[in-house]
């Protein structure tokens, strides 16, 4: 009887290793980063957490064709992750179980999610909550030693923000504007029917529809596809009509249906970029510098790294 029973154990134990060496045969090491191996399903992991909407909305064989055609470029961007978070564990730095759940909740704030949409959201993006809460803790671990071995060690100077002003007189006017959304209604015969289903739409939007979604279904301008978003479009670029409306909104507001010659419009202020006085103007001039600095510096930060490791990838 017992030896039966070694037989049987020996048996399930060999057809396991079988299958634990299969799966190791199919899930192919890409790429050693020091010590650590990168899997192909660790790559296939990142290209889905960081497509885009659009790459997410493909078919299935053409978002393996994508991911395939990108795959080398998607590989170096895991790559630099995986130095940073070495980086990050060398200098004792980590993100807690109490950060991943504040970073969660200002998600569901930022968005206005309940548990309920937000549960909802990550299945759609065939995600499971540990890999989510996982991924986010490489994120909120990756800022922070990159603020401690970057961005703290960048400065501005008043001179160089002086220096910039002088170089570039124009600044002011050409800087200033705003980045907006837009839902156009061309102008029919009937402008009654017309100011109608404009108004019908505004309301749907202050009851809480979502505005890029009703810009795809009624919008007729070009940026229908897109959400109705126009980016950011300069003051100086904008028709006295819509500098009127946008003069009197917030981030965040929608204006009410309004008439240019052309059709009607319905707004959706998404940033706003004035100069109320010449220190807002040094701000920005001296963020502006930053950011320069912050991706220059980085670069050499990353390119460091990779000349400090050992970087193998296997084609």
């Not at 809460?133 to 922070?144: P, V």
């Not at 059709?263 to 963020?287: A, C, S, W, Y």
Request: hydrophobic share 35%; glycine share 6%; net charge neutral.
């Amino acid at each position: 009887m017992g030896r039966k029973i070694a037989v049987g154990v020996c048996v399930f134990v060999c057809a396991f290793a079988a299958v634990a060496q299969g799966a190791i045969l199919l899930d192919k090491i890409v790429a050693i980063v020091n010590k650590e191996v990168v899997t192909w399903s660790d790559l296939y992991r990142v290209m889905e957490f960081d497509a885009t909407d659009e790459i997410k909305a493909m078919k299935d064989s053409d978002k393996r064709k994508f991911f395939k055609e990108n795959e080398n470029m998607f590989l170096e961007r895991l790559i630099d992750m995986r130095l940073q978070l070495q980086e990050a564990a060398k200098a004792g730095i980590s993100a807690s179980d109490d950060d991943v759940d504040k970073a969660i909740k200002n998600i569901k704030s930022k968005y206005s999610m309940t548990d309920e949409m937000f549960n909802e959201a990550i299945k759609k993006e065939e995600s499971s909550l540990s890999e989510y809460r996982k991924k986010l803790s490489e994120q909120i671990t990756m800022s922070r030693v990159v603020d401690q071995e970057v961005r703290s060690k960048i400065l501005v100077t008043e001179a160089e923000v002086d220096k910039y002003l002088s170089e570039h007189k124009e600044l002011a006017k050409e800087s200033e504007g705003f980045g907006i959304s837009h839902i156009f209604l061309k102008e029919p015969g009937d402008k009654t029917q017309l100011e109608e289903k404009a108004k019908d739409i505004y309301r749907r939007i202050k009851s809480g529809e979502d505005f890029s979604e009703l810009a795809k279904q009624y919008s007729e301008d070009a940026s229908a596809q897109g959400g109705g978003d126009l980016g950011f479009v300069r003051k100086i670029d904008m028709s006295q009509d819509f500098l009127r409306v946008l003069s009197t909104l917030k981030t965040g507001d929608v204006s009410e249906p309004f008439w240019s010659g052309s059709g009607m419009h319905i707004l959706k202020v998404n940033e706003i970029r004035v100069f109320k006085n010449p220190r807002d103007l040094r701000e920005t001039v001296r963020q502006k510098l930053l950011d320069e600095k912050f991706t220059m510096e980085y670069r050499n930060w990353i390119k460091g790294l990779r000349e400090r490791s050992y970087i193998e990838i296997k084609t």
